[in-house]
């Protein structure tokens, strides 16, 4: 999986801490251009999980292949659970080994470059499972390639977070502003930018509103140059990357939390903001708008500035409205906890063979 902060590595911690029966014996194989995080090398070594980390050097990394394959070999794993398509040749020399790839479609088809669409294309093709999210994820890469079919090699395994790690603060003093928060790396895609201008748009009116950013990327200064420029640094707080903790302890001190997206798959963050109880303000685009109901669950947007400016107005000044879809969120993650353990999903695919 990636070496860097993202949902790569939440999904991997989070299917650990899922594991409550022991069923599987966990290793891991870090992999990217950035430094390994420091906190998924602190969970490894807190519970007991052979890891290495390498990081990327050209687009076609024999040597990485080559690595990864000796300590899937070493560590005798049965399946390599594959979270990246910059790996995808791996699924060659699967065929002369006896462990097994199972890979996850972990991108947005929106975000998949030519190349990653022919990956998944292969991944479906020739991984012993290819694990997807929700069924509208599979029929946008079907749409694609109609010959594609879902079954036994192809699967829906939904995403969840732990509820009792992730939970509302019974009480804390009031916002003096409606804060707001997203958390999610700072690239294209994420529409950090129209987040910014809704915020100058509701300062221009006199609506008294905070965002919080988390999160960290290669448009970080450039975003921040804009708020400068426009005289928001008292509206716009960067906060950077953020630990598991952290972000728990970032959660409870919003009012909402919102996300502006291009594209998703099932995104971690919404997830893990409604088990705090938090109402949701989010684009209106696939990945995000199958798991939300727009005015049941939280509040959908168009991606323009004025229509984010309209869903956070509607949201601040109705705290009626804010603490009812709150109370819908924390229902919803709970019963999603319930019904959709990943590894016991995940481990039942596997009994199907």
Not at 307 to 324: E, G, T, W
Request: hydrophobic share 40%; charged share 25%; with cysteine.
């Amino acid at each position: 999986m990636y070496s860097g902060q993202g949902g790569l590595g939440t999904y991997f911690i989070n299917f650990v801490r899922s594991d409550n029966s022991g069923k599987f014996e966990h290793f891991a194989f870090f992999y990217g251009i950035e430094p390994l995080f420091e906190e998924y090398e602190e969970f490894c070594k807190a519970n007991s999980i052979n890891y290495i980390h390498r990081l990327r050097r050209t687009k076609l990394d024999f040597d990485v292949l080559l690595r990864l394959s000796r300590f899937a070999s070493i560590q005798s794993v049965n399946y390599v659970l594959l979270h990246t398509l910059s790996l995808t040749p791996i699924l060659a020399i699967a065929l002369f080994k006896p462990w097994k790839v199972i890979t996850f479609d972990h991108t947005s088809h929106f975000f998949k470059t030519r190349v990653e669409k022919v990956h998944t294309l292969l991944n479906h093709l020739f991984a012993f499972r290819m694990v997807f999210f929700y069924e509208q994820q599979f029929q946008n890469i079907k749409h694609l390639f109609p010959l594609l079919y879902k079954g036994k090699r192809s699967v829906v395994i939904s995403k969840s977070v732990d509820v009792n790690r992730l939970k509302p603060e019974e009480s804390r003093p009031a916002n003096k502003e409606f804060t707001l928060g997203i958390t999610s790396r700072i690239i294209t895609g994420k529409r950090h930018d129209i987040l910014i201008e809704a915020v100058r748009l509701l300062a221009f009116e006199g609506i008294n509103v905070r965002l919080k950013i988390a999160g960290d990327g290669p448009l970080r200064n450039l975003l921040q140059d804009k708020v400068d420029s426009q005289a928001l640094a008292d509206k716009v707080e960067f906060v950077g990357l953020l630990t598991q903790d952290e972000l728990v302890d970032f959660y409870k001190h919003l009012d909402a939390y919102v996300h502006a997206t291009n594209g998703e798959t099932i995104c971690f963050s919404i997830m893990e903001a409604q088990a705090c109880g938090l109402p949701i303000l989010a684009s209106d685009v696939s990945g995000v708008n199958t798991t939300l109901v727009n005015g049941r669950d939280g509040l959908l947007f168009d991606n323009n500035a004025v229509d984010v400016k309209k869903s956070i107005k509607r949201m601040a000044q109705d705290p009626s409205l804010a603490k009812k879809m709150g109370k819908r969120s924390r229902a919803n993650a709970v019963l999603n906890f319930e019904n959709n353990n990943p590894s016991e999903l995940f481990y039942s695919t596997l009994g199907s063979n």
